[in-house]
């Protein structure tokens, strides 16, 4: 019952921007997007989050529209080390607590 | 700070057998997690602990279960393994606050083998 659609795989150019986008069309009002990358081998590592504004950190930027129904992770200068599968997930309410529905992810391969 | 440890990396057992696994959360963080990975499921959410108490429990059977301890830490166990619990088990900690604000951070997990 992922929340999130993303497409299965991208290739990005060493130094160039990397665009992930992400689909969450039935986004409840009070459900944050969270984007994690996991390397083959390791946990999940979290990126960044946010609920309707833009977000940006030191490893990436956030963009969500303004109805909220999509977004978009960006790495701006990426590196082979960014090479991962990257998860768009919908932080969803159950009862008084929550949890990460995690969806199929888009492997990102980054080449020289 | 270090980050969330798993202890043991890697574990293989035999059918029938129980087992437990360990995790030590973030210092300061009072959510625990677990989730479990398969490359035919993917990630799916296992429980989560607070402040000792389970909060949430995923879809799963009784044979998997977990506690927390005062001090943040939990244990989960899985008793009579069968084949398809072979998997990579993670557990992830958070603050446990403002929950939708507080980010999960994720161990390197606890890769179970069952023969």
């Known amino acids: 019952d992922a929340k999130t659609t993303q497409p299965p795989s991208m290739d990005c150019a060493e130094g160039r921007a990397a665009n992930l986008p992400c689909n969450h069309s039935?986004?409840?009002?009070?459900?944050?997007v969270y984007w994690y990358r996991q390397i083959h081998s390791q946990g999940p590592q979290y990126i960044i989050h946010?609920?309707?504004n833009n977000e940006t950190n030191e490893m990436a930027s956030l963009i969500i529209t303004e109805d909220r129904k999509s977004s978009t992770l960006i790495l701006p200068h990426a590196t082979l080390r960014d090479t991962a599968v990257y998860y768009c997930?919908?932080?969803?309410?159950?009862?008084?607590?929550?949890?990460?529905?995690f969806g199929t992810g888009t492997r990102l391969q980054v080449f020289p | 700070k270090a980050g969330v440890t798993q202890t043991p990396r890697y574990l293989i057992k035999t059918r029938g057998q129980q087992v437990t696994l360990s995790c030590s959360p973030i210092?300061?963080?009072?959510?625990v997690s677990w989730y479990q990975q398969t490359p035919g499921q993917g990630l799916q959410f296992l429980f989560e602990?607070?402040?000792?108490?389970?909060?949430n429990k995923g879809n799963f059977p009784g044979r998997f279960s977990g506690r927390q301890f005062s001090n943040s830490r939990s244990e989960m166990n899985v008793s009579t393994l069968e084949l398809g619990d072979s998997a990579l088990y993670l557990c992830?900690?958070?603050?446990?606050?403002?929950?939708?604000?507080?980010?999960?951070?994720f161990g390197n997990g606890t890769r179970l083998t069952v023969t």
């Open positions: 992830a900690s958070s603050s446990g606050q403002d929950r939708y604000n507080s980010p999960l951070h």
């Open positions: 039935t986004i409840s009002g009070n459900e944050y």
């Open positions: 946010g609920l309707k």
């Open positions: 997930i919908v932080r969803v309410a159950v009862g008084y607590t929550d949890k990460l529905i």
């Open positions: 210092s300061g963080h009072r959510s």
């Open positions: 602990y607070f402040s000792e108490t389970q909060r």
